[in-house]
């Protein structure tokens, strides 16, 4: 299965920053996703990521707050913009392995918050 | 639409006991069935998953689900509890139809496991 790193793995920000989180993957994938979960709690898809096009953005979540990079098939990045207290969350950068069958493989998140 | 529905939050067994996670799911075509597990301030975990064949899959650490389509249910379990199962369990389905950026996983609201000493 793919392995997947998610850099930073935590991060205290304050209110009005950004911050963009780094997803990397030791294989090449064609779908990427990027979720948000609070602790405890199901998973929110923000965005699918497919290299070379522009990321498709679930209802509720907009580019210009949650701008999402895709240079290759192994690593993504998504960007938390102008942050508030209500950003504080985990997110989730998943693959979807088509070597698998289909199976999502996700990384250990990042957590972040907002002050 | 699409949806899943764990029915239940939480789910207590004494270790040693059979567990079940239970798990139904709508979807309008065929489904891809997923297990996930969450262990404290960690990533997901997949578990094991149905997509053709054998209605009755095993996965890792133990776990089986049985696919009833009769009952479109997915439900997850294990002969004999362990301590360390005591973790957060995802179900999510994906309509084996959808392509392309609606390969999406939809998932439902987890159930947290607790397993007694």
């Known amino acids: 299965s793919a392995v997947i790193s998610q850099k930073p793995s935590r991060d205290i920000c304050q209110r009005g920053t950004s911050l963009t989180i780094q997803c990397q993957v030791d294989s090449q994938v064609t779908m990427m996703f990027w979720y948000r979960q609070q602790p405890g709690q199901s998973l929110t898809l923000i965005a699918t990521?497919?290299?070379?096009?522009?990321?498709?953005?679930e209802s509720g979540f907009v580019i210009d707050k949650f701008p999402i990079s895709r240079p290759n098939l192994t690593f993504s990045t998504l960007t938390v913009s102008n942050m508030s207290p209500e950003d504080s969350s985990i997110y989730l950068c998943s693959v979807d392995d088509r070597r698998s069958t289909d199976t999502q493989y996700f990384g250990p998140g990042t957590r972040l918050t907002v002050l | 639409a699409q949806s899943v529905a764990q029915p239940e939050d939480q789910v207590n067994v004494a270790e040693g006991n059979p567990l079940t996670v239970k798990c139904t799911y709508s979807?309008?075509?065929?489904?891809?069935l997923f297990w996930y597990v969450q262990y404290p301030n960690r990533g997901l975990q997949f578990l094991l998953k149905y997509i053709t064949g054998d209605n009755l899959v095993k996965g890792s650490y133990g776990f089986e689900a049985e696919f009833n389509k009769s009952q479109t249910s997915f439900h997850l379990k294990k002969p004999s509890a362990l301590v360390s199962d005591s973790a957060l369990y995802f179900c999510?389905?994906?309509?084996?139809?959808?392509?392309?950026?609606?390969?999406?996983?939809?998932w439902g609201l987890g159930t947290s496991l607790a397993v007694n000493p």
């Open positions: 990521a497919n290299q070379g096009s522009e990321a498709t953005y």
């Open positions: 979807v309008s075509g065929n489904p891809y």
């Open positions: 999510a389905v994906r309509d084996i139809r959808n392509a392309g950026n609606n390969r999406k996983l939809i």
